[in-house]
């Protein structure tokens, strides 16, 4: 049973414009999302958060939108850069007990197109 | 470089085998975590250790242990192998539990033939 789901394996947009990556969740608990990000060859690096707490964060041409009603979150990338060309994770924590252990989606393939 | 070393990079062995993959933390984390990455999956998460005990455990096999020492690097263990366990294992650490998540190691890519 996937708990956290990205169902867009990849996706390509030209540089410049925005790119939007979603992400949906089933478990009612989860009261932390993470963004990350992976190149080839290298372990994923954290880009951003939000709290369950929030609906919205940004952090310079990133922002995440959280909706909790609908379990769904999304990363927007504006504008675009060739470096963003990534995978990206989608991953949510538990708030039950004391452990950290991060529930990882499958990834998003973005491709930046020149 | 992200603080967070994992060794070896790469390994092969053939099935039935046990080989063991070694993480040390960034300087000053506390909790270490191991995932793997299989062919076309997600992270899945094995386990966590926190100041040399385990806190968590999640889709670790039988066949897999780790433990955490108390320079607080971390081994993990895989018994038994089989064609299926070659992925990407990952280790990862954290201070505790902070806003930031993880900081990753680059990994171990582990081939069973």
């Known amino acids: 049973d996937q708990q956290v789901k990205q169902n867009s394996p990849s996706l390509s947009v030209q540089e410049g414009r925005i790119s939007i990556l979603n992400c949906d969740y089933t478990n009612s608990m989860f009261d932390y999302f993470l963004w990350y990000k992976k190149y080839p060859a290298e372990g994923p690096t954290f880009l951003i958060s939000i709290s369950s707490i929030k609906d919205k964060n940004e952090d310079g041409r990133f922002t995440v939108f959280l909706n909790k009603s609908a379990k769904h979150l999304s990363l927007h990338i504006v504008p675009s850069q060739p470096g963003d060309s990534a995978v990206y994770f989608c991953?949510?924590?538990?708030?039950?007990?004391?452990?950290?252990?991060?529930?990882f989606g499958k990834g998003t393939h973005l491709i930046i197109q020149p | 470089d992200s603080g967070v070393t994992q060794t070896p990079k790469h390994l092969i062995t053939a099935t039935g085998q046990r080989v063991t993959l070694r993480c040390s933390p960034r300087?000053?984390?506390?909790?270490v975590y191991w995932y793997q990455q299989s062919l076309d999956q997600g992270l899945q998460f094995l386990i966590q250790y926190y100041n040399g005990e385990e806190r968590a455990k999640g889709n670790i096999l039988e066949r897999f242990s780790a433990q955490q020492f108390p320079d607080l690097h971390s081994e993990l263990n895989l018994s038994s192998l089989e064609l299926g366990d070659s992925a990407l294992y990952f280790c990862a650490s954290s201070v505790g539990r902070t806003a930031g998540g993880y900081t990753f190691g680059s990994g171990t890519r582990l081939t069973v033939v």
């Open positions: 991953a949510a924590r538990d708030s039950g007990g004391g452990a950290d252990g991060l529930t």
């Open positions: 300087s000053g984390d506390l909790s």
